[in-house]
């Protein structure tokens, strides 16, 4: 089956504590992006990559890392210095930047105790 | 920057009747307009894409129009189904980015 698997589903980060959130894709795109969504928002760009070893910042990348070694795979980091944490975070990706449909994973719940 | 409002935010509707969402945009030097179906604490799926050449795109009882120049879509959901309760989300491209709105959560009453 081809598609965007993310995990964990549920993650649960202790103030201070930085944590990973895996996305994978079989879809052999090029183009990747991560997505927060708040309540009642919509979705915001953090970070976006067109190819393998290059990623650009989105609206709201302060406090986010990523990195972007394989085409398959795009690791999103959510550091100490992301103040507000707590969100549904969703990755995202399409043949090419811009011009084509995005395919969306199941997204990570992200919550901070 | 691109602003995207989608109103209302909510609607409830009698099974059977016809849906209209409504999306407008601040910036219409777009690429595409796409509009995504989210479930509750799930993925987005979408549900068409409009070229910014387009003016609108139909697949089986969904349809969107697109008016490039006032900024304005709407998406044309036809005959409801309880199934089709869900948030519809509408996202514009430019600028190599996707902007969203907020969305229209909807619900079909059996």
């Known amino acids: 089956d081809g598609g965007i698997t993310q995990s964990p589903k549920y993650l649960f980060r202790k103030e201070g504590q930085n944590v990973t959130l895996s996305c994978e894709q079989n879809?052999?795109?090029?183009?990747m992006y991560w997505y927060r969504q708040d309540p009642g928002q919509g979705l915001r760009l953090i970070y976006y990559?067109?190819?393998?070893?290059?990623?650009q910042k989105g609206d709201i990348a302060e406090g986010y890392s990523v990195s972007r070694e394989k085409k398959e795979s795009f690791p999103l980091t959510v550091t100490s210095a992301q103040k507000n944490p707590t969100a549904f975070y969703l990755c995202?990706?399409?043949?090419?930047?811009?011009?084509?449909?995005?395919?969306f994973g199941p997204g990570t719940r992200l919550t901070v105790l | 920057k691109q602003e995207v409002t989608q109103i209302p935010a909510a609607l409830s509707v009698p099974e059977g009747e016809n849906l209209v969402l409504n999306c407008s945009f601040t910036?219409?030097?777009?690429?595409?307009l796409q509009w995504f179906r989210q479930d509750p604490g799930k993925g987005l799926t979408s549900l068409l894409l409009?070229?910014?050449?387009?003016r609108e795109q139909t697949s089986g009882r969904l349809n969107a129009s697109l008016d490039k120049s006032s900024g304005r879509s709407t998406l044309y959901i036809a005959a409801s189904q309880p199934g089709d309760s869900a948030t519809y989300l509408c996202?514009?491209?430019?600028?190599?980015?996707?902007?969203f709105g907020a969305g229209t959560t909807v619900t079909v009453r059996a």
């Open positions: 990559s067109q190819i393998v070893n290059d990623f």
């Open positions: 879809l052999n795109h090029d183009a």
């Open positions: 910036d219409s030097a777009i690429y595409n």
């Open positions: 995202a990706s399409s043949i090419s930047l811009v011009k084509d449909t995005q395919y």
């Open positions: 996202a514009v491209t430019n600028d190599y980015k996707l902007s």
């Open positions: 409009i070229q910014s050449s387009q």
